[in-house]
């Protein structure tokens, strides 16, 4: 069992950063891809990054390519979310996953591990 704990969120204006953090417990957490998703108010929950069990590869959804970056801090257990440049409709409720196996992927049914979610709000 993984039990997942987010932190970091809250309000900034446009074009503000922010970053979330992650901490996983468990022995395990290195060998456990990781990935990050949110949903906002009316819509379903999308991916957003992804992380493999090393941190040396990383995926994104095109909505944040550029501006956000994702790593990992195995002798720590925790994973991070740099978020830049931030626009209004990043706002939503972010959440961090784990899934058994080295791959990242962008499939929330990939990732049977969740954390609470943090809110994230960013005002124009």
């Known amino acids: 069992q993984v039990q997942l704990v987010e932190s970091g969120g809250g309000l900034v204006q446009a074009g503000g950063s922010l970053r979330l953090s992650c901490a996983a417990s468990?022995?395990?957490?290195?060998?456990?891809?990781m990935g990050w998703f949110r949903q906002a108010p009316g819509k379903e929950r999308e991916f957003v990054s992804a992380?493999?069990?090393?941190?040396?590869?990383?995926i994104f959804a095109d909505s944040v390519k550029g501006r956000f970056t994702i790593s990992r801090d195995n002798s720590k257990t925790t994973a991070y979310l740099q978020m830049n440049s931030l626009k209004p409709e990043d706002t939503a409720v972010y959440y961090c996953?784990?899934?058994?196996?080295?791959?990242?992927?962008?499939?929330?049914?990939?990732?049977?591990?969740w954390g609470q979610g943090t809110q994230v709000t960013v005002s124009s």
């Open positions: 992380i493999d069990w090393s941190g040396r590869s990383t």
């Open positions: 468990g022995r395990t957490f290195g060998t456990y891809a």
């Open positions: 996953a784990s899934k058994q196996g080295p791959l990242a992927v962008p499939y929330v049914g990939s990732y049977p591990y």
